[in-house]
């Protein structure tokens, strides 16, 4: 069993050359693309891309999907991005809404199929790639959870890019091991995980200890991600930012 690891994104994609992450709190993902070759991502992602590369949209596998893909969070329709040069790589590069880093995860090594938080979904390479949702577990984790009463799966190969904020870590969970997880930090867990919850102490606690009615409760074999500052968090603290007064003269 080991701790939580923090993330190295930059690092997870040693040995793929069409792929890189740059910046440092806020990454981008840039796709180096073969001729013919294509990706897609979320709407209104794109940064900056080659004269040869152009998009174009679908809504997938037919209007299930396209409707599974809005109840997870992500949006209706795709963008693809390909690269219509005939003989030359071209380069486009992605980057979340709001400040935020990359994380890619190649599904393979997550049995295919990841469970992720609603609105995390960057991008992927899997042009087959489903989204799917099922409901939570138990009335409970569907109202305490932290996830609400859907839970949202990727499922393909190869990979797909997430959006985190803060520092990012992973945990490898042991058969039975638990891991309590503030519910907004959760980023993703692997399909053999069992998803739960607690509340988050006694009422002194609950009214006064600053961490909300629950937790959200994460059980192995399986892996996890978390990030230390949800975008949720970001959004209270420019909320509650003093707008600066203007003066009458």
């Known amino acids: 069993m080991s701790g939580l690891q923090a993330l190295n994104t930059k690092q997870m994609l040693q040995g793929e050359r069409s792929l890189q992450i740059i910046g440092d709190d806020n990454e981008m993902l840039h796709v180096t693309l073969k001729p013919n070759q294509a990706l897609w991502a979320e709407p209104g992602t794109m940064i900056h891309c080659d004269d040869q590369i152009k998009s174009y949209v679908d809504a997938g596998n037919g209007c299930f999907q396209a409707l599974t893909r809005m109840f997870s969070g992500a949006s209706l329709f795709r963008v693809h991005w390909k690269n219509f040069d005939e003989t030359k790589d071209k380069v486009v590069g992605f980057a979340a809404h709001f ?88 980023v993703a867990w692997e399909r053999s995980v069992q998803f739960s919850y607690r509340l988050a102490g006694g009422i002194g606690m609950i009214c006064c200890g600053g961490e909300g009615l629950t937790e959200t409760l994460l059980t192995g074999p399986g892996k996890v991600i978390v990030q230390s500052m949800p975008f949720e968090k970001m959004k209270k603290l420019f909320e509650r930012k003093p707008k600066p007064h203007h003066h009458k003269k």
């Open 99 to 186: 400040p935020a880093k990359v994380v890619p995860i190649k599904l393979e090594e997550w049995q295919g199929t990841i469970y992720v938080k609603q609105n995390c979904f960057l991008a992927a390479m899997d042009p087959e790639l489903q989204f799917l949702v099922e409901r939570a577990p138990s009335m409970g984790a569907a109202a305490f959870g932290g996830q609400g009463n859907i839970l949202n799966q990727l499922s393909g190969k190869g990979w797909v890019f997430l959006s985190a904020t803060g520092a990012v870590f992973s945990k490898t969970l042991a058969a039975g091991e638990t891991i309590a997880v503030e519910p907004t930090s959760v």
